[in-house]
């Protein structure tokens, strides 16, 4: 199954220490909401969905200084690695203070997921979101939402001075919250300004409503909008993509650019189904997110992903072809081929698989993906080398004990509100 790209390889084998694969991109993720998942799943209305569970995570987000996202993106980013994910895109919005009002140090909430990133050894993408209206029709910000928001000039100064700490494990690129939230004119200004090559992710078709509005405000569906209105391509990861028209499908996979589908996120708040299998026939580019953190575990994003599809065919092995029959090695293959172009990292950290974990005794390269991927619930990966550091062994990271330490202490900090 090897498969060889940008110069690394893409393959699983079976060494003597396991079975060695390449880790896992996480194409999507807002690591302070780690601390509320599991917090939202009480019904408060009979209609609870994405908009209701909102409330429940902006009074989360209400209580975070950067000390309490440093200890909850800490905590996060040992269980990713753990997970077997090496690298993470940091959607991150929560820029200011609970008023609104900058913090001394304006990118200090920032700073807090790269000094998170850089003691657990996880390689970080970091996408500091513009966040600018509270919807299509260009309301202000609500109260909850102003700490989010910043002007197209205060934001670029933002990227500008994180881009002078980049290094190998550090990229920093540009998240367009939605296209409910930047207008227009901001989108271009932005869009001129990046550096080339520049990495650019947005929320774009998670939710029916969006749609809806987008085509009464802009005229026309938000993904159908983004491509006439922008040079999207391989920059770009559109996360979610999940309501989309035949059009949008072909136009996303012509265009060069990943969808990062949060599979277990998009469960989770009733976002609906990303049609897979068409975006498959079309040569599209994806990846997956573990967004809400519900779930972190690409086990689980990828087993859903494929589960989704079966429920809805009422068939089986929907993501595999004649050329490529296995369906986890399909899947696997999927989440490698978008993570350079999504992370910016061109580079192929390694994980390895208990070959003694009880679902893989016996296992061959043939099956190897399939058995990781679908089979059990004792997660098998075992050792994690990001940037030639050893930071997760015999299935603990090096730092997990501290961690947790600073998470609990955390957790009971934002739980006393
Ligand atoms: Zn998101």
């Known amino acids: 199954m090897a498969l060889r790209e940008n110069g690394g390889m893409h393959d699983i084998q079976l060494t003597e220490r396991g079975w060695a694969l390449p880790g896992i991109a996480n194409l999507h993720s807002h690591a302070f909401q780690r601390a509320m998942a599991g917090m939202a799943e009480r019904q408060g209305d009979p209609n609870d969905s994405f908009w209701t569970?909102?409330?429940?995570?902006?009074?989360?987000?209400?209580?975070?200084?950067?000390?309490?996202?440093?200890?909850?993106?800490?905590?996060?980013?040992?269980?990713?690695?753990?997970?077997?994910?090496?690298?993470?895109?940091?959607?991150?919005?929560?820029?200011?203070?609970?008023?609104g009002g900058f913090h001394d140090d304006r990118a200090a909430m920032s700073q807090a997921l790269i000094e998170a990133a850089r003691a657990t050894g996880i390689r970080l993408t970091l996408l500091p979101v513009l966040y600018m209206s509270g919807g299509f029709d260009g309301r202000a910000l609500s109260e909850r939402q102003r700490r989010f928001g910043h002007s197209v000039e205060d934001y670029l100064r933002l990227l500008e001075g994180l881009r002078a700490q980049e290094n190998a494990s550090l990229n920093i690129g540009c998240a367009l919250h939605s296209l409910r939230a930047v207008p227009e004119g901001a989108v271009r200004e932005v869009l001129a300004a990046l550096p080339q090559g520049s990495r650019i992710h947005i929320h774009i078709a998670e939710q029916m409503a969006e749609v809806e509005d987008s085509i009464a405000v802009r005229g026309a569906r938000p993904v159908r909008w983004l491509l006439d209105h922008a040079d999207v391509d391989a920059r770009?990861?559109?996360?979610?993509?999940?309501?989309?028209?035949?059009?949008?499908?072909?136009g996303i996979a012509g265009s060069g650019a990943t969808v990062a589908i949060c599979t277990t996120t998009e469960g989770n708040l009733g976002d609906g189904l990303f049609p897979l299998r068409d975006y498959l026939d079309a040569g599209g580019r994806?990846?997956?997110?573990?967004?809400?953190?519900?779930?972190?575990?690409?086990?689980?994003?990828?087993?859903?992903?494929?589960?989704?599809?079966?429920?809805?065919?009422?068939?089986?092995?929907?993501?595999?072809?004649?050329?490529?029959?296995?369906?986890?090695?399909?899947?696997?293959?999927?989440?490698?081929q978008s993570a350079a172009a999504s992370t910016?990292?061109?580079?192929?950290?390694?994980?390895?698989?208990?070959?003694d974990a009880p679902v893989l005794i016996g296992a061959t390269r043939e099956d190897v993906a399939d058995r990781w991927l679908f089979a059990g619930n004792r997660d098998a990966v075992k050792d994690v080398h990001v940037a030639g550091h050893h930071v997760v062994i015999n299935g603990r990271h090096i730092a997990h004990d501290a961690a947790l330490v600073d998470y609990r202490r955390a957790i009971t900090t934002l739980l006393a509100g």
């Open 53 to 99: 569970w909102r409330e429940t995570m902006y009074a989360m987000a209400a209580r975070f200084t950067p000390e309490l996202l440093r200890a909850v993106a800490a905590q996060l980013y040992v269980e990713m690695l753990e997970a077997g994910y090496t690298s993470v895109c940091e959607f991150h919005y929560l820029h200011h203070r609970p008023d």
């Open 236 to 250: 770009w990861t559109l996360v979610h993509a999940t309501h989309l028209d035949d059009g949008e499908v072909r």
């Open 286 to 336: 994806w990846g997956v997110g573990s967004d809400s953190h519900i779930s972190v575990s690409p086990v689980e994003e990828l087993r859903w992903l494929e589960y989704g599809q079966r429920l809805r065919a009422q068939r089986r092995n929907i993501a595999s072809s004649a050329a490529m029959p296995s369906v986890g090695e399909t899947l696997l293959h999927g989440a490698w």
């Open 344 to 355: 910016g990292f061109d580079v192929i950290d390694e994980v390895v698989l208990d070959a």
